[in-house]
Protein backbone atom coordinates (compact mmCIF):
# COMPACT_ATOMS: atom_id res chain seq x y z
CA UNK A 1 0.00 0.00 0.00
CA UNK A 2 2.52 2.90 -0.84
CA UNK A 3 1.42 0.22 -0.23
CA UNK A 4 0.03 -2.31 -0.58
CA UNK A 5 -1.60 -4.78 -2.07
CA UNK A 6 -3.72 -7.40 -0.05
CA UNK A 7 -1.52 -10.05 -0.01
CA UNK A 8 1.92 -11.20 1.12
CA UNK A 9 4.23 -12.45 -2.31
CA UNK A 10 7.91 -13.81 -0.82
CA UNK A 11 10.67 -11.30 -1.11
CA UNK A 12 13.39 -9.19 -3.08
CA UNK A 13 14.15 -5.39 -4.31
CA UNK A 14 14.72 -4.16 -7.45
CA UNK A 15 16.02 -0.70 -8.62
CA UNK A 16 15.09 -0.79 -12.31
CA UNK A 17 16.78 1.20 -15.62
CA UNK A 18 13.77 2.24 -17.96
CA UNK A 19 15.42 4.72 -20.32
CA UNK A 20 15.30 3.00 -23.13
CA UNK A 21 14.18 -0.84 -22.30
CA UNK A 22 13.00 -3.49 -24.89
CA UNK A 23 10.08 -5.81 -24.51
CA UNK A 24 8.77 -8.82 -26.48
CA UNK A 25 4.95 -7.94 -25.82
CA UNK A 26 3.05 -5.02 -25.90
CA UNK A 27 3.89 -2.68 -22.69
CA UNK A 28 6.44 0.16 -22.83
CA UNK A 29 9.69 1.92 -22.39
CA UNK A 30 10.00 4.55 -19.55
CA UNK A 31 12.09 7.37 -18.40
CA UNK A 32 12.21 7.56 -14.38
CA UNK A 33 13.02 11.21 -13.30
CA UNK A 34 16.57 12.22 -12.02
CA UNK A 35 15.96 13.07 -8.28
CA UNK A 36 13.16 14.23 -6.82
CA UNK A 37 10.43 16.73 -8.20
CA UNK A 38 6.86 17.25 -8.79
CA UNK A 39 5.14 14.30 -11.13
CA UNK A 40 4.97 15.24 -15.23
CA UNK A 41 1.52 14.22 -14.84
CA UNK A 42 -0.97 12.93 -12.54
CA UNK A 43 -2.25 9.40 -13.68
CA UNK A 44 -4.54 6.73 -12.51
CA UNK A 45 -4.09 2.92 -13.45
CA UNK A 46 -6.19 -0.08 -12.42
CA UNK A 47 -7.06 -3.51 -14.02
CA UNK A 48 -9.74 -4.54 -15.64
CA UNK A 49 -11.26 -8.62 -15.63
CA UNK A 50 -11.59 -10.32 -18.93
CA UNK A 51 -13.67 -13.55 -18.68
CA UNK A 52 -11.19 -16.63 -18.35
CA UNK A 53 -8.13 -14.57 -19.14
CA UNK A 54 -5.49 -12.66 -17.33
CA UNK A 55 -6.41 -8.97 -16.70
CA UNK A 56 -6.03 -5.80 -18.93
CA UNK A 57 -4.40 -2.95 -17.37
CA UNK A 58 -5.80 0.47 -18.35
CA UNK A 59 -4.37 4.03 -17.06
CA UNK A 60 -5.91 7.49 -17.67
CA UNK A 61 -5.65 11.13 -16.08
CA UNK A 62 -6.53 11.08 -12.25
CA UNK A 63 -9.41 12.36 -13.07
CA UNK A 64 -10.91 8.83 -14.66
CA UNK A 65 -10.67 10.56 -18.03
CA UNK A 66 -9.03 9.81 -21.11
CA UNK A 67 -9.30 5.95 -20.17
CA UNK A 68 -6.62 3.45 -22.61
CA UNK A 69 -5.89 -0.22 -22.19
CA UNK A 70 -1.84 -0.08 -21.60
CA UNK A 71 -0.64 -3.89 -21.45
CA UNK A 72 -2.06 -7.55 -19.98
CA UNK A 73 -1.38 -7.99 -15.97
CA UNK A 74 -2.06 -7.30 -12.97
CA UNK A 75 -1.61 -5.03 -9.46
CA UNK A 76 -0.11 -2.01 -11.26
CA UNK A 77 1.83 0.69 -9.74
CA UNK A 78 2.79 4.16 -11.10
CA UNK A 79 5.74 5.85 -10.89
CA UNK A 80 5.80 8.69 -8.84
CA UNK A 81 6.79 10.92 -11.79
CA UNK A 82 3.49 9.29 -13.72
CA UNK A 83 6.13 8.32 -16.51
CA UNK A 84 5.45 4.22 -16.13
CA UNK A 85 3.53 2.17 -14.62
CA UNK A 86 5.05 -1.73 -12.86
CA UNK A 87 2.38 -4.77 -12.81
CA UNK A 88 2.32 -8.04 -12.68
CA UNK A 89 1.82 -10.73 -15.41
CA UNK A 90 1.29 -14.45 -15.37
CA UNK A 91 4.47 -17.06 -16.53
CA UNK A 92 2.59 -20.37 -16.75
CA UNK A 93 -0.02 -21.97 -14.23
CA UNK A 94 2.08 -21.13 -10.73
CA UNK A 95 4.54 -18.29 -11.80
CA UNK A 96 4.85 -14.65 -12.46
CA UNK A 97 7.11 -11.61 -13.33
CA UNK A 98 7.51 -8.25 -12.80
CA UNK A 99 7.33 -5.74 -15.80
CA UNK A 100 7.50 -2.03 -16.61
CA UNK A 101 5.65 -0.30 -19.60
CA UNK A 102 5.28 3.28 -20.21
CA UNK A 103 2.57 5.28 -19.24
CA UNK A 104 2.12 6.56 -23.04
CA UNK A 105 2.51 2.77 -24.24
CA UNK A 106 4.95 0.68 -26.06
CA UNK A 107 6.18 -2.34 -25.54
CA UNK A 108 6.86 -3.28 -21.51
CA UNK A 109 9.77 -4.73 -20.25
CA UNK A 110 10.69 -7.99 -18.04
CA UNK A 111 12.37 -6.62 -14.95
CA UNK A 112 12.02 -9.73 -12.66
CA UNK A 113 10.96 -13.72 -12.28
CA UNK A 114 8.58 -14.95 -9.20
CA UNK A 115 7.51 -11.63 -8.35
CA UNK A 116 4.45 -10.26 -8.01
CA UNK A 117 4.08 -6.87 -6.15
CA UNK A 118 6.36 -3.52 -5.96
CA UNK A 119 6.85 -0.11 -4.58
CA UNK A 120 8.03 2.62 -6.65
CA UNK A 121 11.07 4.71 -4.56
CA UNK A 122 9.84 8.57 -4.07
CA UNK A 123 12.61 9.42 -6.99
CA UNK A 124 10.88 6.86 -9.35
CA UNK A 125 14.36 5.10 -10.44
CA UNK A 126 13.25 1.90 -8.66
CA UNK A 127 10.82 -0.69 -7.04
CA UNK A 128 10.63 -2.61 -4.42
CA UNK A 129 9.36 -6.13 -4.21
CA UNK A 130 9.65 -9.63 -2.37
CA UNK A 131 11.02 -13.07 -4.13
CA UNK A 132 12.97 -15.96 -2.93
CA UNK A 133 13.48 -14.77 0.29
CA UNK A 134 15.78 -11.98 -0.78
CA UNK A 135 16.30 -8.43 -1.04
CA UNK A 136 17.89 -7.22 -3.82
CA UNK A 137 18.60 -4.13 -5.31
CA UNK A 138 19.40 -3.58 -9.24
CA UNK A 139 21.09 -0.14 -9.69
CA UNK A 140 19.28 1.79 -12.31
CA UNK A 141 21.66 2.68 -14.73
CA UNK A 142 23.62 -0.49 -14.67
CA UNK A 143 21.39 -3.08 -13.94
CA UNK A 144 24.19 -4.87 -11.42
CA UNK A 145 22.03 -7.12 -8.88
CA UNK A 146 22.90 -6.67 -5.12
CA UNK A 147 21.28 -8.75 -2.24
CA UNK A 148 20.86 -6.62 0.58
CA UNK A 149 19.57 -9.19 2.95
CA UNK A 150 18.75 -12.86 2.70
CA UNK A 151 17.91 -16.47 5.01
CA UNK A 152 14.41 -15.45 5.87
CA UNK A 153 10.81 -14.65 4.48
CA UNK A 154 11.17 -10.73 3.69
CA UNK A 155 7.61 -9.06 2.89
CA UNK A 156 5.84 -5.89 2.08
CA UNK A 157 9.08 -3.33 1.68
CA UNK A 158 8.05 0.70 2.25
CA UNK A 159 11.08 3.36 1.38
CA UNK A 160 11.53 5.85 3.16
CA UNK A 161 10.88 9.71 1.96
CA UNK A 162 13.87 10.26 0.87
CA UNK A 163 14.11 6.66 -1.06
CA UNK A 164 17.28 5.66 1.00
CA UNK A 165 16.15 2.84 3.12
CA UNK A 166 13.79 0.29 3.11
CA UNK A 167 11.42 -0.55 6.15
CA UNK A 168 10.04 -4.29 5.91
CA UNK A 169 8.72 -7.94 8.06
CA UNK A 170 10.98 -10.52 8.71
CA UNK A 171 9.46 -13.93 9.24
CA UNK A 172 12.39 -16.37 10.71
CA UNK A 173 12.73 -19.08 8.75
CA UNK A 174 11.19 -22.24 9.80
CA UNK A 175 9.42 -20.70 12.67
CA UNK A 176 6.07 -19.56 13.41
CA UNK A 177 4.62 -17.20 10.74
CA UNK A 178 2.55 -15.07 13.47
CA UNK A 179 6.21 -14.20 14.65
CA UNK A 180 6.94 -10.86 12.59
CA UNK A 181 9.11 -8.16 12.97
CA UNK A 182 10.49 -4.89 11.53
CA UNK A 183 14.39 -4.50 9.90
CA UNK A 184 15.44 -0.73 8.64
CA UNK A 185 18.19 -1.53 5.66
CA UNK A 186 20.48 1.00 3.68
CA UNK A 187 19.98 0.63 -0.16
CA UNK A 188 23.46 1.26 -0.74
CA UNK A 189 24.19 -2.04 1.42
CA UNK A 190 25.12 -3.14 4.71
CA UNK A 191 23.43 -5.01 7.94
CA UNK A 192 19.91 -4.75 7.92
CA UNK A 193 19.08 -2.91 11.51
CA UNK A 194 15.77 -4.11 13.55
CA UNK A 195 13.88 -1.90 14.09
CA UNK A 196 11.10 -4.04 16.83
CA UNK A 197 11.82 -7.33 18.90
CA UNK A 198 7.91 -7.93 19.85
CA UNK A 199 7.24 -10.86 17.34
CA UNK A 200 3.86 -8.75 16.48
CA UNK A 201 5.21 -5.78 14.15
CA UNK A 202 4.25 -6.28 10.55
CA UNK A 203 2.72 -4.22 7.22
CA UNK A 204 5.17 -0.66 8.17
CA UNK A 205 4.87 1.99 6.27
CA UNK A 206 7.19 5.03 6.40
CA UNK A 207 5.77 8.32 6.59
CA UNK A 208 7.11 11.94 6.49
CA UNK A 209 7.67 11.78 10.52
CA UNK A 210 7.30 8.18 11.37
CA UNK A 211 7.06 4.49 10.72
CA UNK A 212 3.47 3.11 11.08
CA UNK A 213 3.06 -0.51 11.44
CA UNK A 214 0.27 -2.81 13.61
CA UNK A 215 0.98 -4.71 16.00
CA UNK A 216 -0.53 -7.90 16.86
CA UNK A 217 -2.56 -8.13 13.27
CA UNK A 218 -0.67 -12.30 13.10
CA UNK A 219 -1.63 -12.93 16.64
CA UNK A 220 -4.76 -15.01 18.93
CA UNK A 221 -8.35 -14.15 17.11
CA UNK A 222 -9.41 -12.55 19.74
CA UNK A 223 -7.06 -10.02 20.16
CA UNK A 224 -7.60 -6.85 18.09
CA UNK A 225 -4.72 -5.35 16.67
CA UNK A 226 -4.01 -1.51 16.75
CA UNK A 227 -1.94 0.75 14.63
CA UNK A 228 1.30 2.26 16.18
CA UNK A 229 4.06 4.38 15.52
CA UNK A 230 8.09 4.34 15.72
CA UNK A 231 11.10 6.94 15.06
CA UNK A 232 13.09 5.13 11.79
CA UNK A 233 16.06 5.06 14.49
CA UNK A 234 13.69 2.75 16.67
CA UNK A 235 12.84 5.67 19.44
CA UNK A 236 9.77 7.05 20.02
CA UNK A 237 7.15 4.01 19.71
CA UNK A 238 3.88 4.66 20.62
CA UNK A 239 -0.01 3.41 20.15
CA UNK A 240 -1.47 5.51 18.02
CA UNK A 241 -5.35 3.61 18.10
CA UNK A 242 -6.94 2.56 21.18
CA UNK A 243 -10.17 0.44 21.33
CA UNK A 244 -12.32 -1.22 19.13
CA UNK A 245 -11.72 -0.03 14.98
CA UNK A 246 -14.55 1.95 13.45
CA UNK A 247 -15.69 -1.31 11.99
CA UNK A 248 -16.28 -5.12 12.27
CA UNK A 249 -12.22 -6.20 12.21
CA UNK A 250 -9.60 -8.33 13.15
CA UNK A 251 -7.94 -5.19 13.47
CA UNK A 252 -6.07 -2.07 11.55
CA UNK A 253 -2.98 -2.05 8.73
CA UNK A 254 -1.77 1.05 7.77
CA UNK A 255 -2.36 1.97 4.02
CA UNK A 256 -0.69 5.32 2.94
CA UNK A 257 0.61 8.99 4.23
CA UNK A 258 -0.24 12.38 3.41
CA UNK A 259 2.89 13.97 2.42
CA UNK A 260 2.86 16.09 5.45
CA UNK A 261 2.60 13.29 7.64
CA UNK A 262 -0.49 14.50 9.54
CA UNK A 263 -3.03 12.26 7.77
CA UNK A 264 -2.98 8.19 7.62
CA UNK A 265 -5.27 6.36 5.62
CA UNK A 266 -5.77 2.76 7.14
CA UNK A 267 -7.63 -0.45 6.56
CA UNK A 268 -10.40 -2.90 8.90
CA UNK A 269 -8.88 -6.40 8.27
CA UNK A 270 -11.67 -9.02 9.11
CA UNK A 271 -11.71 -12.63 10.10
CA UNK A 272 -12.50 -13.65 6.38
CA UNK A 273 -10.37 -10.98 4.74
CA UNK A 274 -12.92 -10.92 2.42
CA UNK A 275 -12.70 -6.64 2.37
CA UNK A 276 -10.72 -4.02 4.08
CA UNK A 277 -13.25 -0.90 4.58
CA UNK A 278 -10.81 2.22 4.59
CA UNK A 279 -10.42 4.35 7.97
CA UNK A 280 -9.14 7.80 7.65
CA UNK A 281 -6.44 8.19 11.32
CA UNK A 282 -5.60 11.68 12.65
CA UNK A 283 -1.42 11.15 13.12
CA UNK A 284 -1.45 13.31 16.07
CA UNK A 285 -4.73 12.07 18.15
CA UNK A 286 -5.41 8.69 16.93
CA UNK A 287 -8.91 9.42 16.48
CA UNK A 288 -11.04 7.69 13.83
CA UNK A 289 -13.13 7.53 11.11
CA UNK A 290 -14.93 4.60 8.99
CA UNK A 291 -14.69 6.52 5.14
CA UNK A 292 -18.53 5.78 3.82
CA UNK A 293 -20.05 7.03 0.80
CA UNK A 294 -23.67 7.62 -0.44
CA UNK A 295 -25.97 5.66 1.93
CA UNK A 296 -23.19 4.30 4.84
CA UNK A 297 -21.82 2.11 2.06
CA UNK A 298 -18.22 1.12 2.93
CA UNK A 299 -15.12 1.99 0.96
CA UNK A 300 -11.90 -0.95 0.46
CA UNK A 301 -8.27 1.59 0.87
CA UNK A 302 -6.09 2.11 -1.77
CA UNK A 303 -3.74 5.00 -1.78
CA UNK A 304 -4.14 8.77 -0.34
CA UNK A 305 -3.31 11.64 -2.42
CA UNK A 306 -0.13 13.69 -1.59
CA UNK A 307 -1.93 16.44 0.09
CA UNK A 308 -4.20 13.76 1.89
CA UNK A 309 -7.50 15.29 0.47
CA UNK A 310 -8.82 12.53 -1.14
CA UNK A 311 -8.48 8.39 -0.89
CA UNK A 312 -8.59 5.93 -3.73
CA UNK A 313 -10.75 3.14 -3.20
CA UNK A 314 -13.14 0.73 -5.05
CA UNK A 315 -16.79 0.59 -3.31
CA UNK A 316 -17.88 -2.79 -1.70
CA UNK A 317 -16.74 -5.09 1.08
CA UNK A 318 -16.21 -7.63 -1.15
CA UNK A 319 -13.28 -9.37 -3.16
CA UNK A 320 -12.31 -7.23 -6.14
CA UNK A 321 -14.17 -8.25 -8.66
CA UNK A 322 -16.14 -7.28 -12.60
CA UNK A 323 -18.78 -5.45 -10.99
CA UNK A 324 -16.61 -3.04 -8.59
CA UNK A 325 -15.96 0.59 -9.50
CA UNK A 326 -12.81 2.82 -8.28
CA UNK A 327 -13.88 5.70 -6.54
CA UNK A 328 -12.14 9.47 -5.38
CA UNK A 329 -13.75 9.93 -2.25
CA UNK A 330 -12.76 13.00 0.17
CA UNK A 331 -11.07 12.66 3.15
CA UNK A 332 -13.02 15.18 4.90
CA UNK A 333 -16.35 13.67 3.86
CA UNK A 334 -18.52 14.15 1.21
CA UNK A 335 -19.74 12.67 -2.13
CA UNK A 336 -17.41 10.36 -4.03
CA UNK A 337 -16.38 10.39 -7.62
CA UNK A 338 -16.46 7.32 -10.00
CA UNK A 339 -13.32 7.31 -11.56
CA UNK A 340 -13.61 3.89 -13.85
CA UNK A 341 -16.51 1.26 -13.81
CA UNK A 342 -15.91 -2.48 -13.78
CA UNK A 343 -12.62 -1.77 -12.21
CA UNK A 344 -10.16 -3.25 -9.41
CA UNK A 345 -6.46 -2.70 -7.82
CA UNK A 346 -6.36 0.90 -8.39
CA UNK A 347 -3.14 2.96 -7.82
CA UNK A 348 -1.96 6.52 -8.74
CA UNK A 349 0.66 9.58 -8.03
CA UNK A 350 -2.13 12.49 -7.42
Not at 78 to 99: C, H, I, N, Q
Request: charged share 25%; hydrophobic share 35%.
Amino acid sequence: MRVAGRRYAAAAIVLLALPGCQGDDDGGSASPAAGRRQPAQHVLAFERPRRFREPAIWVANADGSDQRRLAVGSRPRVSPDGRAVVFARRVGDLDTELRVVAVTGGRSRRLLRHAEQAVWSPDSRSVATTTQSRLVIVDVASGAARTLAAGSIMLAPSFSPAGDRIVYERIPRGRNHRLRDLYVVDVRGGPPRRLTADRQSSRAVWGSRHIAYTRGINGPPRRRAGLWLIDPNGGGRRQLTHGGAPCRARGLIPVDWSTDGARLLAACVNETASGWPAVTIDARTGRQRAVRYGTKRESVAYRLSRDGSAILAIKGLGPAGGGTDVLAIPYDGGRARVLARRAQNPDWNR
